[in-house]
């Protein structure tokens, strides 16, 4: 059984950081996606990063380029999100995500199986 577990959210004045964790229980496929999610009241969710398993390769969206970085332990099972130079626009609530896969990662969110609850970041200017 597959279960994700977000932490670290938190209210920060813009310019500040934070870092998010996502504790991964019950993935035994070796090839997966692991991606950030956010969403805001009255939006759509849109993805902010991901990272594939196979090669550690990361994807980031335009939105948070050279802001947010996205990294796994593998020892830990924990996928992190560093956020530096947090705007007003960043708040929201923010997800971690998971699903197996035959090819490279996906920004859809349809795409992915299991899913956090959830942990709120809110920026105030």
């Known amino acids: 059984q597959v279960h994700l577990v977000e932490s670290g959210g938190g209210s920060v004045q813009a310019g500040g950081s934070l870092r998010l964790s996502c504790e991964v229980s019950?993935?035994?496929?070796?090839?997966?996606?692991m991606g950030w999610f956010r969403q805001a009241p009255g939006k759509e969710r849109d993805g902010v990063a991901i990272?594939?398993?196979?090669?550690?390769?990361?994807y980031y969206d335009q939105s948070v380029l050279d802001r947010f970085t996205t990294s796994q332990d593998n020892a830990k099972k924990t996928l992190y999100l560093q956020m530096d130079s947090l705007k007003p626009e960043d708040t929201a609530m923010y997800y971690c995500?998971?699903?197996?896969?035959?090819?490279?990662?996906?920004?859809?969110?349809?795409?992915?199986?299991?899913w956090g609850q959830g942990t709120q970041v809110a920026v105030s200017s």
């Open positions: 990272i594939y398993s196979s090669d550690g390769s990361t």
């Open positions: 995500a998971a699903t197996t896969t035959y090819g490279r990662c996906t920004w859809d969110t349809a795409a992915y199986t299991y």
């Open positions: 019950g993935v035994t496929y070796d090839r997966y996606c």
